[in-house]
């Protein structure tokens, strides 16, 4: 195996003349993730404890032991001299609910300061503290049948091989010695490697074809529409109503498509999807009818269920498992600009040729480009044949009471506002005193103000829990209302500025909160189950707010603040319970 004396880490203690050291041991503080993180690092780069390849960032560590204090488990640092000199926790062990007193340890060591008593301090110390807390079992794992410092010390006293003989209220056992090959270790980590430095590629493929099917789907009624119904002699009324059937259509099949994607990722469900689309968009094409119409809409509404975000947030999960957060925000960044480029090539289309080469010419994107962009670069499985994350990891605690539920309203509540806002944002612009200029004007800052919320979400909110965001993301609509009503007209751009920063928070919250609150276990079927109402919710609010928006104008907004408020207020009632599965990092001890 790799020397540890190889490390620069190790190299920076090496004079200390006492090989037992003498330290204090304390509950993990803020101020202490950097080190830890450096000394975590230096087990992941020179030792195959970690069962981990790239070291985590200051910001990963931050975040894992926020989840583990917050679950209720210990986490201790060893201080000699002001310095950490090393760490221990405690963190869920299985998933099912046998387990939940049950726990596994991991202990780590700045390489300078082994072989000195602070892992024996540092293991009593984390023992009392899971007695304490009601912990009847700890397991610890050992990755290295060679590693012989750690075996030695899960053989102490304390410990009862197999977990027979109570010590202390506790019962503890040490599990398989590993032996672990170190040539294989390091194809490992040559493969996973060559996987993160692909995860780039995979958002960026991913985020190019989302805007496509975005733009060919969801944002072309609002540019072909009303040319499409005059040339087939029909009211746009019928035309919007059969979109909003097609969206409902799309809430049908999404906890099916959901389900697909947990079984068999979401590769080929993706390139399916850009398949499907095209096929609605030349059925439509073709039309010269209502019949036509019908079909082509029910065709489209499948490939809506099936090829827009929910379904790539569940693409993403099912790959990298809990690490998704930062790839479902980075697609949302790259699809954010759907409509931007989707509404004026739809116009130039429409303005050089027609309306039927614009559905053709959008097909052809969808099968030249889009599916085949899915299909090279999405990955199928792991090289190795090892389980994909989504399908390996295991939840950490057991979800809040009545979380779905509430997740539901969440969703509906905020999806509703999204839709509303969609169709009648310049209306309710100037229903407060705006000219149709002025109200325009403000209405397309919703899309830059999304895109700049979310690169905050990526590079400030993401070390904040998800719940955290959308509770932030659901109150800026009211705030933005609150200037609109006491301003009037000057409150416009502040009112589409701060809807549009939640908007774009929202979005992303749809794909980083369940994964947060349920793990990536059947993620893309509860994602689908989620998703139903509130597509049905939002296909009907563009009627409904406008029916409100024409009785009684800007009071309107009272609706929709109303449900945001509700909304935010509704996630304080998730209220977190007790640990039971794994940790959702590779860490071991």
Known sequence: ????????????????????????????????????????????????????????????????????????????????????????????????????????????????????????????????????????????????????????????????????????????????????????????????????????????????????????????????????????????????????????????????????????????????????????????????????????????????????????????????????????TGITLIAGFASTIGWPLSALFLHELDWRAACLIWAGLNVLLAAPLNWLTIPRQTTSGAPPRGVSELRTVEPPRAAMPILAFFFSATWFVQGAMAAHLPGLLQAAGASAPAAIAAAALVGPAQVGARIVEFGVLRSFHPISSARLASALHPLGAAFLVALGAPGIIAFALLHGAGNGMITITKGTLPLALFGPQGYGLRSGLLSAPARTLQSASPFLFGLLLDRVGIGAVGLSTGLCLAACGSLFLLRPRGPVGPHPSSVRS
């Not at 201790?76 to 963190?91: F, H, I, N, P, T």
């Not at 059925?283 to 036509?292: D, M, N, Q, S, V």
């Open 1 to 328: 195996m790799p020397r540890l004396i190889a490390s620069p880490l190790r190299k920076q203690i090496c004079n200390e003349p006492s090989l037992l050291a003498v330290s204090s041991v304390r509950p993990c503080e803020e101020d202490n993730v950097a080190a830890i993180t450096a000394i975590y690092a230096h087990h992941v780069l020179y030792g195959l404890a970690s069962f981990e390849i790239a070291p985590p960032s200051e910001n990963d560590m931050h975040r894992r032991r926020l989840e583990i204090v917050g679950q209720g488990f210990p986490y201790l640092v060893a201080e000699r001299a002001g310095d950490v000199v090393g760490y221990a926790y405690a963190s869920p062990y299985r998933l099912r609910p046998a387990y939940r007193y049950t726990a596994e340890n991991s202990v780590y060591l700045h390489p300078a300061w082994t072989g000195r008593g602070i892992g024996r301090q540092l293991m009593s110390a984390l023992l009392a503290e899971c007695e304490a807390r009601g912990f009847r079992q700890i397991v610890a794992v050992i990755g290295d049948s060679a590693n012989i410092a750690s075996i030695a010390l899960h053989q102490r006293p304390w410990l009862s091989d197999g977990g027979d003989d109570p010590v202390g209220g506790l019962q503890i056992r040490t599990l398989g010695r590993y032996r672990t090959d170190a040539a294989v270790a390091r194809r490992g980590r040559q493969h996973t490697a060559m996987r993160s430095g692909g995860r780039a590629t995979v958002v960026a493929a991913i985020g190019t074809t989302q805007t496509i099917a975005w733009a060919s789907s969801y944002y072309m009624p609002a540019i072909l529409g009303p040319p499409i119904a005059a040339a087939l002699h029909v009211p746009s009324s019928v035309f919007f109503g059969l979109f909003s059937e097609a969206l409902l259509l799309s809430a049908v099949v999404g906890p099916s498509v959901g389900r697909l994607i947990d079984r068999q990722g979401g590769r080929g469900v993706l390139v399916a999807s850009n398949l499907v689309i095209a096929a609605g968009l030349m059925i439509l094409a073709a039309a010269h009818g209502i019949a036509g119409l019908v079909i082509a809409w029910a065709v489209l509404g499948v490939g809506i269920g099936m090829g827009l975000y929910d379904s790539a947030f569940a693409a993403l999960t099912w790959l990298y498992g809990r690490e998704a957060r930062s790839s479902i």
